[in-house]
């Protein structure tokens, strides 16, 4: 069975830094693409940044030049570096990867990872 499994979430002040880790639990082909949301109450989930099997990114305007996505294929983790946090970044982060097993691309969600900063 395969999971993503998220850490590195917490409470940080404003201005602070987090750095958010998912990792693939479970025998897979290969990764394709690797993402965080989030979604904060109230809310939908939106995308907050993307990496590609190449290595190209995409951001949310929100979160350009303060948040970095990274991605190690050997560990089969992707990273985010949050920098900068603002309130307004508080919410429940989702990393979301689509993975391939025996020829099957499946999409899997992560847990999720509140990451909180109080106003």
């Known amino acids: 069975q395969v999971q993503l499994v998220e850490s590195g979430g917490g409470l940080v002040q404003a201005g602070g830094s987090l750095r958010l880790s998912c990792a693939v639990s479970?025998?897979?082909?290969?990764?394709?693409?690797m993402g965080w949301y989030r979604q904060a109450p109230g809310n939908q989930r939106e995308l907050v940044a993307t990496i590609t099997s190449g290595g190209s990114t995409n951001y949310a305007d929100s979160v350009k030049g303060r948040f970095t996505i990274s991605r190690d294929n050997a560990r089969k983790t992707v990273y985010l570096q949050m920098n900068s946090l603002k309130p307004e970044d508080t919410s429940v982060y989702y990393c979301?990867?689509?993975?391939?097993?025996?020829?099957?691309?499946?999409?899997?969600w992560g847990q999720g990872t509140q990451v909180t900063v109080p106003s």
């Open positions: 479970g025998t897979i082909s290969s990764i394709s693409a």
């Open positions: 979301n990867m689509l993975l391939e097993r025996f020829g099957l691309s499946t999409t899997y």
